[in-house]
């Protein structure tokens, strides 16, 4: 197998993970207008395809803001919130560069010469980081005296969202 076959095969399998990812993160259960999440509510294909249209803007648009957006967009057409698919985009884009961080390491702990040393430091600095924000933000759910301000429910809802995508 050639390195062109290889390319496309890892190019297919990325491609499937993101979609997948999208297919749970955006589905989770917490749109409120729907008897099932919407995950349960479209098929997989739907998310593949919405994924692929998204990878396309993201390559022709200035930024990945647009391939984003139209996922948003897509998912929201089937009738679910606009915010609730929001959070799911945002907690795919949070995964999927956990993920990439897990994977940076894991890749090092097979092979040390692959990244310099100062380059592995850091990035087990933003993981451990990064892990510590996820807990923190997970566990915020719990705080009842959040309900007492309206304007931070945007913060209880992401909460309640990671905390339903990572750890239930």
Same mark, same amino acid.
């Given at each position: 197998?050639?390195?062109?076959?290889?390319?496309?095969?890892?190019?297919?399998?990325?491609?499937?993970?993101?979609?997948?990812?999208?297919?749970?993160?955006?589905?989770?259960?917490?749109?409120?207008?729907?008897?099932?999440?919407?995950?349960?509510?479209?098929?997989?294909?739907?998310?593949?395809?919405?994924?692929?249209?998204?990878?396309?803007?993201?390559?022709?648009?200035?930024?990945?803001?647009?391939?984003?957006?139209?996922?948003?967009?897509?998912?929201?057409?089937?009738?679910?919130?606009?915010?609730? @698919? !929001?959070?799911?985009?945002?907690?795919?884009? *949070?995964?999927?560069? +956990?993920? %990439?961080?897990? /994977?940076?390491? #894991?890749?090092?702990?097979?092979?040390?010469?692959?990244?310099?040393?100062?380059?592995?430091?850091?990035?087990? @600095? !933003?993981?451990?980081?990064?892990?510590?924000? *996820?807990?923190?933000? +997970?566990? %915020?759910?719990? /705080?009842?005296? #959040?309900?007492?301000?309206?304007?931070?429910?945007?913060?209880?809802?992401?909460?309640?969202?990671?905390?339903?995508?990572?750890?239930?």
């Amino acid at each position: 197998m050639g390195d062109a076959e290889t390319g496309q095969i890892r190019c297919a399998g990325s491609s499937d993970s993101g979609a997948i990812r999208q297919h749970h993160n955006i589905g989770l259960p917490l749109a409120t207008n729907h008897a099932q999440p919407a995950f349960l509510a479209n098929p997989f294909l739907f998310y593949w395809c919405s994924y692929f249209k998204a990878m396309f803007f993201n390559q022709g648009l200035p930024t990945s803001i647009g391939g984003d957006a139209l996922r948003v967009l897509d998912v929201a057409n089937q009738g679910f919130r606009k915010r609730d @698919v !929001l959070y799911g985009v945002i907690l795919d884009r *949070v995964s999927g560069l +956990a993920a %990439l961080m897990l /994977l940076n390491l #894991l890749a090092y702990i097979f092979n040390p010469e692959l990244l310099p040393l100062q380059v592995y430091h850091v990035t087990l @600095v !933003l993981v451990i980081i990064g892990t510590v924000a *996820v807990m923190f933000i +997970a566990s %915020l759910k719990y /705080l009842r005296w #959040l309900d007492n301000y309206p304007r931070l429910a945007i913060i209880k809802a992401i909460s309640a969202r990671l905390h339903q995508a990572f750890f239930v």
